[in-house]
């Protein structure tokens, strides 16, 4: 009779790489219309150059989820929720980095972390559904 050995290390990881680099592709696409919003006359490159100074130290952290995807599934889900945080707060600077007039600042501030928000929810259910589907309890 064959075991059900479970997940393989490597597909969980890659999983995690996929979902973290689709992540960051959305929230720079919105600050970048955020940006359009609030009338700047940045390029989309300009804007991913801005929060990706910003952004160094929510990196590192999601490169240690990464790291730490090969080994433990709790220790990665405590620093992919930590890093998630930190993404906030740095779009949120971001955002303010790249006010020059138009729609206010606070506005704008909260239509993106409502949009952040909807992306989150997606991608950590589908994150958590198919780590449910890959334990078989039963």
């Not at 959305?26 to 989309?44: D, R, S, V």
């Not at 952290?61 to 730490?68: S, T």
């Not at 303010?96 to 239509?111: A, E, H, K, M």
């Given at each position: 009779?064959?075991?059900?050995?479970?997940?393989?290390?490597?597909?969980?990881?890659?999983?995690?790489?996929?979902?973290?680099?689709?992540?960051?592709?959305?929230?720079?696409?919105?600050?970048?219309?955020?940006?359009?919003?609030?009338?700047?006359q940045h390029t989309?490159?300009?804007?991913?150059?801005?929060?990706?100074?910003?952004?160094t130290p929510v990196?590192?952290?999601?490169?240690?989820?990464?790291?730490?995807?090969?080994?433990?599934?709790?220790?990665?889900?405590?620093?992919?929720?930590?890093?998630?945080?930190?993404?906030?707060?740095?779009?949120?600077?971001?955002?303010?980095?790249?006010?020059?007039?138009?729609?206010?600042?606070?506005?704008?501030?909260?239509?993106?972390?409502?949009?952040?928000?909807?992306?989150?929810?997606?991608?950590?259910?589908?994150?958590?559904?198919?780590?449910?589907?890959?334990?078989?309890?039963?």
């Amino acid at each position: 009779m064959p075991r059900n050995v479970g997940p393989s290390p490597i597909g969980v990881s890659f999983k995690l790489f996929l979902m973290l680099l689709i992540l960051f592709a959305i929230i720079a696409g919105i600050i970048f219309l955020c940006g359009k919003l609030m009338k700047t006359q940045h390029t989309f490159l300009e804007t991913l150059a801005i929060w990706g100074t910003i952004a160094t130290p929510v990196v590192a952290m999601l490169a240690v989820a990464f790291v730490l995807s090969f080994l433990t599934a709790v220790l990665t889900t405590i620093f992919l929720i930590l890093g998630m945080l930190a993404i906030s707060m740095s779009f949120t600077l971001a955002l303010i980095r790249l006010y020059r007039g138009g729609l206010d600042p606070l506005y704008t501030v909260l239509i993106a972390n409502i949009a952040v928000v909807i992306v989150y929810w997606i991608i950590l259910a589908s994150y958590i559904e198919s780590i449910a589907r890959s334990i078989k309890v039963f």
